[in-house]
């Protein structure tokens, strides 16, 4: 398992972020993996994590898995997202998702939120369109490799 770069301003994975939620997202390659305690600050109601918290960590999940695979950077097209029994709150929840399909220039990816006891708390599916080349350039300059060791990000590391 490797980990994934990090944009050091991003409210998922982001280290400069102080609201952020600084998550580590790691890949064999094939699947991205990240795991994550939420504190009372990310509960909608009575220590249940927000669903657009729950949301933001799938959504961003699922467009490095279509990265990995293809070694394209993506934006978001549509997100679904189905709750199956409450996120509690104080807890390591698990995440993993994988690249799905490709149509066209279309990513297709599918994630998974589960607990500690491996129940499954929220699936999720989205589509993802690849950001051109130009941005993309722009984009991975200000990337960073976790740990950090102050070499460029490329294609190659996503």
């Known amino acids: 398992m490797r980990n994934l770069p990090r944009y050091k301003k991003c409210f998922v994975c982001g280290k400069e972020n102080p609201i952020g939620l600084n998550v580590t997202f790691k890949t064999d390659n094939k699947k991205v993996y990240a795991s994550i305690t939420l504190d009372n600050r990310y509960i ?16 961003e999940i699922m467009g490095w898995s279509c990265s990995v695979v293809t070694k394209k950077l ?5 997100l679904t997202v189905k709750y199956k029994k409450p996120i509690p709150s104080n807890c390591e929840l698990f995440f993993e998702a994988e690249m799905a399909a490709q149509k066209h ?6 994630a998974e939120l589960r607990d500690a006891q491996n129940n499954i708390l929220a699936q999720a599916n989205g589509k993802y369109f690849p950001i051109n080349d130009e941005s993309e350039y ?16 490329t294609k190659d590391d996503i």
């Open 44 to 59: 909608g109601y009575a220590d249940r994590i927000h669903g657009g918290i729950a949301a933001s960590l799938l959504d």
């Open 74 to 78: 993506y934006y978001t097209a549509e």
């Open 105 to 110: 220039s279309l990513c297709l990816a599918k």
């Open 138 to 153: 722009e984009i991975l300059r200000m990337l960073h490799h976790e740990p950090e060791d102050n070499s460029p990000v």
